[in-house]
């Protein structure tokens, strides 16, 4: 998958592409269908078109929804498992905003040709929300390229399709269970190993921590976690929060994951933490002793989780 930042770098492509739009949050499975669509011409080459910033971010920061993955490298990572040929993240500035919907098709056909166009059937863009469904078939008539709208997929839960928004609800709920269905792989926390206070080691539980920038989150406690250290897979148990026991005076949000087994040095490297299951909220507990208890029960308890997991 070739990554491009611009209209210009995409010059250098000079096959057709078939192009899955959207600022997909979370890449779910919606989101995967758009992207899928986009696939099914042998004649085309794939791409996903998507953008830095959210753009209620740019126009209406008030109404920005927290986002499920925490920068455009995560985004990547879950775009990459479906395999584009292609994938172009644009800037979402205000100047951009305002490009009228038949510009901004212009500008991308003018940079390469465009075999077609894949959305999601509730998708708008454009300045003025002008680029809809019937928009998209007429210039496609008129330019020559295809269309293909995505229905909504079923999300089980009453009549809502699967969404960004169903997704952060349930995360706010901590079921990671029904996230990952919604969603079509784990909901992860991705971030580069820091240093902290090195007081778990003596514990007899060092903690790989992570400063989470993932905006949608799951209720700050106690998670089965999973990750991947140089192709080597650990199960582990991570706390995401701000340890009130600890008392510090302005905590940072971190995910602190202790790795069953011996990870190495992890200092410095980019982890991406699969949360696989909620096990209890984040406590302020009334002594050191009283809380390394706990963490010791907890990891008893995601071993359990694994064990049942029979993996
Ligand atoms: C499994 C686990 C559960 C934790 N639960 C809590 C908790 O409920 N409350 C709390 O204040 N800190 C909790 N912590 C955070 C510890 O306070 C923290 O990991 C410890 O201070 C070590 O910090 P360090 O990584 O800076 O050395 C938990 C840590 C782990 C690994
Ligand atoms: N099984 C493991 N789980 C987590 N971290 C590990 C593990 N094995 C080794 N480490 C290393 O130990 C460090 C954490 O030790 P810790 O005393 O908690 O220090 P800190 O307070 O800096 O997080 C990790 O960042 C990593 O480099």
Redesign the pocket.
Known sequence: MKILHSFEELREIREPVYWAMGFFDGVHRGHESVILAARRFPEALCGVLTFEEHPAAVLRPDKAPPLIVADAEQKARLIERLKPDVLLVLPFTPEFAALPAEEFLRRLSLACPIAGISVGENWQFGAGRTGNIDFLREQGKRMGFGVSFASMVPSGIGDRPISSTLIREVLAEGDMEQARFLLGHPYAIEGKVVH??????T?G?P?A?IKVRNGALPPFG?FCIRTEVDGRVFDG???L?R????AEEHPPLLL?C?LFGDAGDLYGKRLSVDLLHFLRG????ESFDA?KA??GR??EAAKAFFARMGA
Do not use: S, Y
């Open positions: 902290g206070r090195q007081i778990g080691r514990w539980f903690t921590n106690v148990v991570a706390n929060g340890r009130p026991t600890m602190e202790h984040e406590r302020k507990f809380l706990q963490i907890d990891c």
